[in-house]
């Protein structure tokens, strides 16, 4: 199991489509905080669970030592997810105030229209994928 990064959920994309004079950093800031979360990723071994042990005092002692060691394992990859789920609840929330505000921007500016129009359609996008996102991790 593993958390990746999902290409819709670049801060180079969302660079690359916002207008040069578009001042709002919201996304900027929730993209490149999900990218660092997603880049640790998780891994959950197969053999993490230790085997049922014989009942002798010496297997049940290792078998809760390495039980023990698993929960430790867990609660670790258990706070990174929990990290990711905010990250991205952060980026759809930016994703849908960027969206709003080029939307309201594109109506004043008749030159830029189409640019304003095709950045907010793009931070729509990221936040489709961030809810995507949030489905796979929940």
């Not at 095709?118 to 994928?129: Q, R």
């Amino acid at each position: 199991m593993g958390a990746t990064v999902v290409s819709g959920l670049s801060s180079a994309n969302w660079a690359k489509a916002k207008p040069a004079d578009y001042k709002g950093q919201d996304l900027d800031k929730a993209l490149k905080s999900y990218e660092a979360l997603a880049g640790k990723g998780i891994s959950i071994p197969s053999n993490l669970i230790p085997k049922i042990p014989k009942p002798c005092i010496a297997e049940i002692d290792s078998c809760i030592t390495g039980l023990e060691s698993a929960v430790t394992e867990l609660q670790k990859g258990l706070a990174i997810l929990r990290q990711t789920l905010a990250a991205l609840q952060a980026v759809q929330g930016a994703a849908g105030k960027a969206s709003a505000d080029l939307r309201k921007l594109a109506k004043g500016k008749e030159s830029d229209k189409n640019a304003y129009e095709n950045a907010a359609s793009a931070a729509e996008s990221i936040g489709g994928a961030a809810e995507n996102a949030l489905k796979s991790i929940r």
